[in-house]
Nanobody, 116 residues
Framework: QLQLEESGGGLVQPGGSLRLSCTASGFRLDKHAIGWFRQGPGKEREWVATIVSTGATTAYLDSVKGRFTITRENAKSTLYPQMNNLKPEDTAVYYC?????????WGQGTQVTVSS
C-alpha cells in the first residue's frame, strides 16, 4: 500500500525546535519529490517546502527560510523537516505529499503547536 506517515509533532515554546518525520511505504522515496504543507487554525492549507528526489535541491516558503531545513534518509525512506526558532504563527497541522503515477498521496498530518 502506498502511503506517507508523519510524526514528531507536539507542543513547543516560541523559539524552540522540533524535528518532524515523514516516512514513505510502498514506493521509493528517492525517486520522487516530496512537498511539505501546513494548515493553521482557520486558514487554508499552504505549501511550506519541497525537496526533490535527489535531495540536492530544496525550496522553502519565505516565512520559514533560515528556520526550517529538510533532509532525507533514503535508506529509511524518511524525510526529516527540522524546524528551529518556532513562532506561534507556525502552529498548524503539517502534512507531506507526493505525486506518483497512480495519484496524489497525502499523509494524515501531525500537529505542531507553538505556545508559551
Amino acid at each position: 500500500q502506498l502511503q506517507l506517515e508523519e510524526s514528531g509533532g507536539g507542543l513547543v515554546q516560541p523559539g524552540g525546535s522540533l524535528r518532524l518525520s515523514c516516512t514513505a511505504s510502498g514506493f521509493r522515496l528517492d525517486k520522487h519529490a516530496i512537498g511539505w504543507f501546513r494548515q493553521g487554525p482557520g486558514k487554508e492549507r499552504e505549501w511550506v517546502a519541497t525537496i526533490v528526489s535527489t535531495g540536492a535541491t530544496t525550496a522553502y516558503l519565505d516565512s520559514v527560510k533560515g528556520r526550517f531545513t529538510i533532509t532525507r534518509e533514503n535508506a529509511k525512506s524518511t524525510l526529516y523537516p527540522q524546524m528551529n526558532n518556532l513562532k506561534p504563527e507556525d502552529t498548524a497541522v503539517y502534512y507531506c505529499k507526493t505525486e506518483l503515477p497512480s495519484g496524489t498521496y497525502w499523509g494524515q498530518g501531525t500537529q505542531v503547536t507553538v505556545s508559551s
